[in-house]
Each structure stands twice: as structure tokens, then as C-alpha cells.
């Protein structure tokens, strides 16, 4: 079968830096290494002992191609679960090209996108949490997603449902075997215990489902809409947002309407701001088409950006686009502060009750505030934070909202004073839910999802 | 010399309660039939508690009845108390136990078995297995005799090279003195058949009267006795019960216990076989809940015919001078006199892997077995088998197909797939835990699930079968109807609802739902339900529960379709894992002995780990895509 070929490629990133990594994986990794590498004793690595580092030279038959450590780690401790081989290099990117097409001579072939991680999750190194999360990683579109993959990759988020289950796990054996030996094991005020669990349960799922969301709109990118009143500047800040060298990508959205988003990358942030009824023209929205359809495709934004004009007084088309933000997570901004302006920062920020920024779209200025501000007001669920992994998958998302509803079935088992052995039914369902987060709980579709994700004998 | 020889279709060796109801399923399919037994006396004997029943073993009893079996109907011919358990918890959990007249349920069996046409006893001790290619031939007995036959039903409970001991005492018998079979084990491994060594023990019988019965709690059986058969008209097993006693054990019984375990041949390392987790000695229960300061112990008794009472939770293998001591630090019990020691059993049984999930062996085409000599815990469990290797036993012969009850199905399904899928190594006893779909699978309808099974079968009558159909359909029509009937907010409706504690209504509703509330039951509603017509109490049961817990009964369905997908991924038990060069070699070779017969069973094998299966998924996707290419 294809998956014993030795595969191989740069493991580290391909620009010139300190240093670089070729990583060989497969049954022949040893022999590719021996037939290319050369240390000074003399010594085959396929002969020395496994987990260790080497030093010496790789040769492409008599040429001397580079002076490097190689790490020699022998299956099946090893990322793939096969025999693995790791050239450390000197890290300039023609040089790793150059070593990889030695390998590649010796009898590895260059590897696909994942498939490290495919062979990792055929070996039952990784579970399909933690393999869905390098597809991902491999796909990242930003910072964020990129951070995020790599901590579930780590097993994170793995590590995070395995613990709520093992809570469950717990609750679902101690029903069972009050059951089954009443005697020696009481189920007497077991209620409350198990309500107390239930609502931290309740609590903490809530918790990744609200991360998850705040996850998906950062590693998606942030559905936006500029509002404002005529010549307060949306136009201009659209043009600044989207301009310099930034990446600008203009395509249809596809969904319900023919909307024309601008993809617009700030620092780590995407941002994809509906350009609803072409505020990049001179014409303006509100003029054109009123606060009626600007109110639609508000509603499904992540975030809305209100552009203020600080040298006009507010009106009553103010007015409606601070009722129209209220209770949404929004951003204002000031506009024009490069002049004498008449609106007064700290008013706009009673009436509003939202973060107001000064800007300058002519000068420039404030952008870097607005990308923190953004920041803030989607990673205080900790998706994007540090320390912790969130679920940004649908799939994964859709297992922690089932398990979720199901809590609150035992919720309401216990407020109806069921007895207890009706708690297990929903307490399993929850269980089991949560298992498909780390493929624990077998699933029917399950092949589906793997070979979709790893492309396989399509 | 020439020695005896005949011929059957089927042999059963043991008449124990797996024995006798293999040897009646394949009788009553009309195989010609032989049961051997060591003594024809010791038909379905209870060496143990005088009980049939209990939590999730009442199930079994019912399943086994709706199959066709006859444990059920013959507990109802001799019962002499019965009580409904767990009658707080919800209706999965409810479960019927009876106290038994041993003398009387052994004799009924007897009788059941003697007159059964095509089956025949015989007294003598089955000492080999005759296997030509692979296929079972026949038996021979010590004298020599050979009785040759198509399937062979192996039910040798706790006799095979048994050992009873207590204390420093040790006897080369089976239970109850009676005598081992020494023979069969050395056939069984030559024809390469894993052994295993287990134990059982049980309690002191002691006389009636040295108990000072004031002093314990008593225990009566229910005023209206449900039959365990559902062929037994209810009528006829409402009878003058005997009572039960309650007492515990104290401190000073944990005390003498506690200084003398040196003495005891589990802790001195005399036993060898491993116990049951969950029937436990006292001396086990000692150790184990050394926090707790008292057990409970149930004195009942063994019969109307006899003084003997049974001391349900103290079996002990402890000296017979500490069992005395023991049992008279007991309250109620000071002055207590001992008829028969407690003691423990040591046995050959066999490893249940070795056995498809329709008990046949994997090895040997025609050979099946059932009850302790499957690594089983009980009679039920032991009947339970029994009846399904008879009837698969039959099948074989017959040329029909084998029957497997999946885990969905019925305890017995659960049973069956946990003895030969799970890695047991202890004596496997039913408890409703074990049992996923539980609320399916309610004592109360094992004749709604299993009827139409036993009835394709043979073993049901048209005529029982025929009123589980009609049952059914009253339970559905009347179910319907309170659906659609509606009642007003009036005043009768009203006065009723406070009547009952129950919230007055705003609006009109459905019966059915003023059913659901916890509060109410359908008995309640008769005076505002005008178009009610008489159901009898068992429709009504099933109303009753088909309303009340619909959504739970909904969600367990879903469960059941989840499981049926990965059950209906079938694996052939020839399939080469050795082919699917990514599984870790401990899950390749759990499949390789286990042979599972679906991916469902195969997710069950310990040692096989949900990645394992992914492995095996995708390796028969590709292998199915390939194939489609």
C-alpha cells in the first residue's frame, strides 16, 4: 500500500533562517540516511542506537552539501509511528531545497500537504481531534487560526474535553453502581450533588460554545459593516483599511444576495467588511438606501464600525445608528480628528456605551487602536488568547452543542424529580457527544470526514 | 469389549438450569435428545440462594419465558414468596424475585423434563468429547458407552474437577456433596479448549428454630403477586406467601472476621479460582467496605418442607468453629445452630471467548455451551444461555439460522455479547448497568420484544403468540386515542386535577398529556375519560409508561440506531487483520482470537481502542473503494 513509501520534506519554514529541518519518515527513512550521510567515523546510522543525534556531512554522491546533526528515532516512538529521520541543517532555503532533492534521489518521495499527520493518525499516534487540527493548521488563513491549531494539535482542546468527560464518566458510574449494589453505595441527597455538577457542566460547555464562536469569527475572519452617516468617512476607512500593501481580495460572497465583501487583513485580524451598498462609491448608503437595509445586514454582522463625523453635530441619523449598535459589539470612531471638530469624544461614549476611538482616515491615524480594540472584543472569551485551545470546527462545534443540550435534559430530569436511573440516559448522550470532539465515540461517518480531510484513494 | 452405543441429535451434558432448558428448547424442536446428569435427584438444583429473580436477573426470567423457556413458568408452579424490587426507582429498574421451595422447583423441572417428547435422561458422567475434522461426533460416558450425535450442549456448572472448601477442609466434590465430574476438563484441553478456574461459594444453612425471630425485621412478599411466566394466568399464583427476615451484620462480626482472615483459604492463598466481584463473601464485604460498620444479611427460607434457612449475604470460606463465632455475633441469630457449613467452590470453566455470540464454539463445528461453565455467575444467566444454545443447537441441525439477540435486544443479548467479547476473568454476573438501552429492555415488555423471536422459532404456541399481538395493538390503539382526546377546562376536569395536587388547566389539553405529568397516571383519569373502554392492567402498564417517559424512550431509540449502524458493518470471522498492516499488534490480535462479527462488536473487544477501529474503517473503505474501481 502506498503508505509504506518513505516519505519526506522541509519541516521547517522555507526561508533563510538559523537553522532548518528535513524530516524522512517511513520504513526505508534509515537506509535513505545511510546512503547520503557521512560522519566522520565512518559510522551507519541504521547501525547506532535509536533517539539520538549525529553528527556529519550529507553528500550528494562525492559533494559535500552541508555539515549537519541528524536525529536518528526509530519506530514507534516517533511522531508517524515509523522510522524517522530528522537533518538538522543549516537553515537557508536553497541549501533545504538541496538536501531534500538528495533524499529524494535516495529512494523517499516528497511528501503531500498533512501527510506526516495522516500517517500519525493512521498509526493511532494522534486521535482525529488532533489530526483535523493540522488540516487546519495546514489551511490557516491568519494568525489565529494558525495559534489555535497548533494548540490543539498539542491536544489541548483534547486534554479539555477528555477531562469534562471523565467528570461525566464519574457521575454515569456512580449511578450505575448505587444501582446495581444499593446496599453499600446510596444514592440519598445524590440530587443535589449531581445538580451541582450539572450546572458547572452546563457552565463550562456554555463556555466552549461561546469560545467557539468568538474562535470561528476569528480564524474565519470577522464579518463587518461600516456605518455612518453622508461624509463622515466610511469610504475613506474602507480605503485605508483595504489599501497600502495590504492584501485586498474582492469576491462574491455567493449567499443570499450578491454582496461584494473586501477582505481586509489588520495586524492578526481578518476582517471581511460587506461592502452593502457600495460605500467605497461617493454615494452613501444611508442616502441610497436608508437605515432600513443597512439595519439587514447589520443584524448578521460580527461587528459593526460606527464612523462618526466630528465636525458635524450629531443628528438624527446618529441617533438610529446608536440605537442600531446597541447591545452589538461595536466599535465607534471619530472621525476627522486632524480638525476642530464639535462632537465631543467622551459624549459619544455615554450615548453609546462603546470603546471610541479618535481616528484620521486622512492622516492615517487610529488604526492600530481600532485593530486592539477588535481584538478585545472578541478575545476575551480566550479564543485567540494564549493559554487555551477552542473548537472552530463545525463538527466539533455541533458534537459540544449536543452534549450541551443534553446536560440540560439531566437538568431537567432532576428538577422533575425523575428517578435516577433516567439521569444515565442523557448523561450517556452527553458522553458520547463529547467523544466526537476527540474520536473517541465512534462514529458512522467518520471514514467520510477522514478521507475528505486527508484526500485519500479518491 | 463391546460397550453400549446409541444415537441422538443433540446431547446435554448437565441438567442443571442451562442444562434443562438446552435439553427442552432442542426436544421441543423435535431433536431427539439426551441430558446426562450425575444424579437424576439433582435436576435443576438450587445449590445456592432459594431465589429465582432479582435485580436485572428478573429480566433474564422474563426474557427467557418470552423465548419460550421454562424457568418463568416453573418459579410460578413453586414460588413461596415473591416481591416486585425497586418499585421507587423508574420501570427499567423494576425487577420480580421469588423465593422458591428448592425441593418443589427441582421436582416441577423433573417433571417438565420427564414428560417432553424425544427427550430422554440419563445418569452418568460424560467424560470426552468425540470431534472428527473439526465437527462434533459425539460423547462417552466413564463406563465407555458412546452416544453419537449432531451438537453437543456442554452445561457442566460448577462441577468440572470441583473443590469445596471452608477453612483447611477441602473435598473433592461438587456442590451440595455431590460428586464431581473429574474427567471432562483433560478432553476439553485436548481438543485445545482454554480452561479457567473459578470460584463461587455460598452461605451457612442454619435450623429455623434457633433463630430468635423477634429480633429481625421481616420481610413480606407483595399482596398481589405478578407471575413471571406470561402465560401464567395471575390468578393462579395468588397464594398464601412465607416471610423473609432483614438483619445485620455489627462490629463484632467484623471483629472475629477481621482476626481470623489469616485463616481463611482465599487469603492464604489455598484458593486459586477467582470469585465474583459482585457476590461477594462476608469476609470479602469486610475488607472491601472497611468503613462501613454493618452489612445487610437476609435469612430466608429454603423451602415449606424444611427448617433450613439460608443466610443471603454472609457466604464464607472461613474454619467451621470462626463460621459459628461469626454467625452468632448476628442479632437475632445468638443462638443459631448450622445444619450445612458455608463454603467455597473451586471449578473448571472455560475462557467465553473461545465462543461465537450464538455459543457455539469457534473451533468446534456442533459444540455449544451455557451457564457456569461459560465463566457465568448465577441461575439465571445460566438458563439464559442454555435456551439460546439449545435453540442455536437445534437450528444447526435443522438448517436454520442461528440466533443472536444483539445488546438492543434483551439482557440476554447483553449477556451473551459480554461473555464472549469482553475479557472476563471472574465469574460474570447481570446487573441493569451492564444493559445501555435499559429502559428498553424493561422486564415489564420482554413479551412485546421476544414473543415473535420464540414464536419464528417454535418454542411459542400460537396461542400466547396471538395475545402478545393483541396486547400490542390495545397498547397502541389506546395509546393513540389519549392522544387525540381532548378535555376542556371544566369543572369535573378541574375538581379532579385538585383532587390530585395536580396544576388546574388554562386551556383544554390531551389526556395524553395530563398523563405525562409525574403526578398523574391513567388509572387516575377514568371518571373524565367518557370513552374509555375496560383494558386489562397490563395494557394499561404499558400506557402508562409509553406516555409518562416518552421523550427519555425516544432519546434510548436514538441511541439503539447509532448502535445498529456500527452492528450493521459486518466483519466475516475469516477476515485477515494481519492484512491491515497499520493496527497495533495488541488490537490485531484481539481480533484475530475474538473473530468479531461486526465493527459494533469488534469496538467492544478490550484492548481494542477507537483508533484501532478507525484503522480498520479506513482500511475497509479503501479496500471497498479499490474494489468499486
Not at chain 1, 285 to 290: F, L, S, T
Not at chain 2, 45 to 73: F, Q, T, W, Y
Request: one cysteine or more; glycine letters at 8%; proline letters at 3%.
Amino acid at each position: 500500500m502506498e503508505r509504506k513509501e518513505t516519505i519526506a520534506a522541509v519541516a521547517t519554514a522555507m526561508v533563510n533562517s538559523g537553522i532548518g529541518i528535513i524530516r524522512i519518515s517511513g520504513q526505508e527513512a534509515l537506509d535513505v540516511i545511510d546512503r547520503i550521510f557521512f560522519s566522520p567515523s565512518g559510522k551507519k546510522l541504521s547501525h547506532e542506537p535509536s533517539h539520538r543525534i549525529y553528527y556529519g556531512f550529507i553528500k550528494d554522491e562525492e559533494r559535500v552539501i552541508d555539515e549537519v546533526m541528524v536525529l536518528v528515532m526509530r519506530a514507534p516512538n516517533t511522531y508517524t509511528r515509523e522510522d524517522t529521520v530528522e537533518i538538522d541543517c543549516h537553515g537557508g532555503a536553497f541549501l533545504m531545497q538541496e538536501i531534500l532533492k538528495v533524499v529524494l534521489k535516495n529512494g523517499a518521495r516528497a511528501a503531500e500537504p498533512g501527510e506526516f499527520t495522516k500517517r500519525a493518525f493512521l498509526n493511532g499516534r494522534i486521535d482525529l481531534a488532533q489530526a483535523e487540527s493540522v488540516m487546519d493548521l495546514i489551511h490557516a488563513e491568519n494568525e489565529y487560526a494558525r495559534k489555535n491549531s497548533v494548540k490543539q494539535l498539542n491536544g489541548e482542546l483534547s486534554k479539555k474535553i477528555t477531562d469534562l468527560r471523565k467528570g461525566i464518566l464519574y457521575q454515569l458510574a456512580y449511578i450505575e453502581s448505587a444501582l446495581d449494589d444499593p446496599e453499600h453505595i446510596s444514592l440519598d441527597g445524590y440530587r443535589d450533588t449531581l445538580k451541582e455538577f450539572i450546572e458547572e457542566m452546563g457552565r463550562k460547555l456554555e463556555r466552549l460554545i461561546k469560545e467557539s464562536e468568538d474562535g470561528r469569527i476569528l480564524t474565519n475572519g470577522i464579518s463587518t459593516v461600516i456605518l455612518g452617516k453622508p461624509n463622515a468617512g466610511k469610504s475613506s476607512l474602507l480605503n485605508l483599511l483595504a489599501g497600502e500593501e495590504r492584501a485586498i481580495v474582492t469576491e462574491m460572497a455567493g449567499t443570499t444576495r450578491d454582496v461584494l465583501t473586501e477582505h481586509v487583513m489588520l495586524g492578526e485580524l481578518s476582517l471581511h467588511i460587506a461592502d452593502t451598498a457600495g460605500i467605497r462609491d461617493t454615494q452613501d448608503m444611508v442616502e441610497k438606501i436608508g437605515i432600513k437595509k443597512a439595519k439587514e445586514y447589520a443584524e448578521k454582522a460580527d461587528l459593526l464600525i460606527y464612523v462618526a463625523d466630528s465636525l458635524v453635530p450629531l443628528d438624527e441619523n446618529d441617533r438610529e445608528i446608536i440605537e442600531l449598535i446597541r447591545d452589538r459589539r461595536a466599535i465607534v470612531l471619530l472621525n476627522k480628528m486632524d480638525m476642530d471638530g464639535v462632537v465631543d469624544e467622551e459624549e459619544l461614549r455615554d450615548l453609546t456605551g462603546k470603546t471610541v476611538i479618535c481616528i484620521s482616515a486622512r492622516e492615517k491615524t487610529g488604526i492600530t487602536e481600532l485593530e486592539s480594540a477588535i481584538k478585545e472584543l472578541f478575545d476575551n472569551g480566550g479564543a485567540g488568547s494564549q493559554e487555551e485551545a477552542c473548537i472552530t470546527n463545525i463538527r466539533q462545534r455541533q458534537a459540544v452543542m449536543d452534549a450541551y443540550k443534553s446536560i440540560l435534559l439531566v437538568k431537567d430530569s432532576i428538577e422533575n424529580q425523575m428517578p435516577e436511573d433516567f439521569y444515565t440516559i442523557d448523561l450517556m448522550d452527553a458522553y458520547e457527544e463529547l467523544g466526537y470532539v476527540t474520536g473517541e465515540t465512534l462514529e458512522d461517518d467518520l471514514i467520510d470526514e477522514i478521507f475528505e480531510k486527508f484526500c485519500m484513494g479518491k | 469389549m463391546p460397550n453400549l452405543e446409541e444415537t441422538y441429535d443433540v446431547v446435554v451434558v448437565g441438567a442443571g438450569h442451562a442444562g434443562c432448558e438446552a435439553a427442552l428448547a432442542a426436544a421441543r424442536l423435535g431433536l431427539n435428545t439426551i441430558v446426562f446428569t450425575i444424579s437424576v435427584d439433582s435436576i435443576a438444583l438450587m445449590p445456592c440462594n432459594p431465589n429465582i429473580g432479582g435485580s436485572s436477573k428478573g429480566h433474564l426470567v422474563r426474557e427467557i419465558d418470552a423465548l419460550g423457556g421454562e424457568m418463568g413458568k416453573n418459579i410460578d408452579k413453586t414460588f413461596i414468596q415473591s416481591k416486585m424490587l425497586n418499585e421507587s426507582k423508574g420501570p427499567a429498574v423494576h425487577s420480580l424475585r421469588a423465593q422458591a421451595d428448592k425441593q418443589e422447583y427441582t421436582k416441577e423441572m423433573r417433571r417438565t423434563l420427564e414428560n417432553t417428547e424425544h427427550l430422554t435422561i440419563r445418569q452418568a458422567e460424560v467424560t470426552d468429547l468425540v470431534v472428527e475434522d473439526g465437527k462434533m461426533r459425539g460423547v462417552k460416558t466413564y463406563s465407555g458407552a458412546f452416544y453419537s450425535c449432531k451438537a453437543v450442549v456442554l452445561a457442566t456448572g460448577t462441577y468440572l474437577r470441583a473443590r469445596c472448601i471452608y477453612g483447611d477442609v477441602s473435598n473433592e466434590t461438587g456442590p451440595n456433596g455431590l460428586q464431581a465430574a473429574s474427567y471432562l476438563t483433560a478432553s476439553l484441553e485436548k481438543h485445545g479448549i482454554e480452561m479457567y478456574r473459578f470460584k463461587t461459594g455460598t452461605p451457612a444453612r442454619v435450623d429455623k428454630r434457633s433463630i430468635d425471630f423477634d429480633k429481625l425485621e421481616e420481610q413480606k412478599g407483595d399482596e398481589r403477586v405478578v407471575p413471571f411466566s406470561f402465560s401464567t394466568d395471575p390468578e393462579s399464583v395468588q397464594k398464601d406467601q412465607v416471610s423473609c427476615w432483614l438483619t445485620y451484620t455489627n462490629e463484632e462480626t467484623h471483629k472475629v472476621i477481621r482476626d481470623n482472615l489469616s485463616r481463611s483459604p482465599l487469603f492464604s492463598g489455598v484458593i486459586e479460582g477467582t470469585g465474583p466481584r459482585y457476590c461477594p463473601s462476608i469476609e470479602d464485604k469486610v475488607v472491601k467496605f472497611a468503613d462501613k460498620d454493618r452489612h445487610h444479611v437476609f435469612i430466608e427460607p429454603e423451602g415449606l418442607y424444611t427448617n433450613e434457612m439460608y443466610l443471603g449475604g454472609m457466604s464464607s470460606s472461613l474454619p467451621e468453629d470462626v463460621q459459628a463465632a461469626m454467625y452468632r455475633t448476628v442479632r437475632g441469630l445468638e443462638k443459631v445452630r448450622i445444619v450445612r457449613n458455608a463454603y467455597a467452590i473451586e471449578y473448571d470453566c472455560i475462557n467465553p471467548r473461545q465462543l461465537k455470540p450464538t455459543l457455539e464454539f469457534q473451533a468446534i463445528e456442533g459444540l455449544y455451551s451455557g451457564g457456569q461453565f461459560n465463566g457465568s455467575s448465577g441461575y439465571e444467566e445460566a438458563a439464559a444461555q442454555g435456551l439460546i444454545a439449545g435453540i442455536n443447537a437445534a437450528q444447526r441441525i435443522l438448517g436454520k439460522e442461528q440466533l443472536i439477540l444483539d445488546r438492543s435486544q434483551a439482557y440476554i443479548g447483553v449477556l451473551i455479547d459480554d461473555l464472549v467479547t469482553k475479557e472476563n476473568h471472574e465469574p460474570y454476573r447481570m446487573m441493569t448497568s451492564r444493559a445501555e438501552y435499559r429502559l428498553l429492555l424493561r422486564q415489564d415488555n420482554a413479551d412485546l420484544r421476544l414473543s415473535e423471536i420464540g414464536h419464528n422459532i417454535g418454542l411459542v404456541t400460537d396461542a400466547q403468540y396471538e395475545k402478545v399481538i393483541k396486547k400490542k395493538q390495545a397498547i397502541e390503539e389506546e395509546i393513540k386515542r389519549l392522544n387525540q382526546t381532548t378535555v376542556g377546562a371544566n369543572d369535573a376536569v378541574q375538581a379532579l386535577l385538585a383532587r390530585y395536587g395536580s396544576t388546574p388547566l388554562k386551556t383544554g389539553t390531551t389526556l395524553a398529556e395530563l398523563i405525562r405529568r409525574p403526578e398523574l397516571c391513567y388509572e387516575m383519569l377514568a371518571e373524565i375519560d367518557k370513552e374509555r373502554k375496560p383494558v386489562s392492567s397490563a395494557v394499561i402498564e404499558q400506557v402508562n409508561i409509553n406516555i409518562k417517559y416518552e421523550g427519555y424512550i425516544k432519546r434510548q431509540l436514538k441511541q439503539v440506531e447509532q448502535f445498529k449502524k456500527l452492528e450493521g458493518k459486518k466483519l466475516s470471522p475469516e477476515f485477515d487483520y494481519d492484512k491491515v498492516d497499520n493496527l497495533r499488534k495488541e488490537a490485531r490480535q484481539k481480533l484475530m482470537l475474538y473473530k468479531p462479527l461486526s465493527i459494533g462488536q469488534a469496538s467492544r473487544i478490550s484492548g481494542v481502542s477507537p483508533a484501532d477501529i478507525s484503522v480498520l474503517l479506513i482500511y475497509l473503505e479503501q479496500l471497498r473503494r479499490e474494489e468499486r474501481r
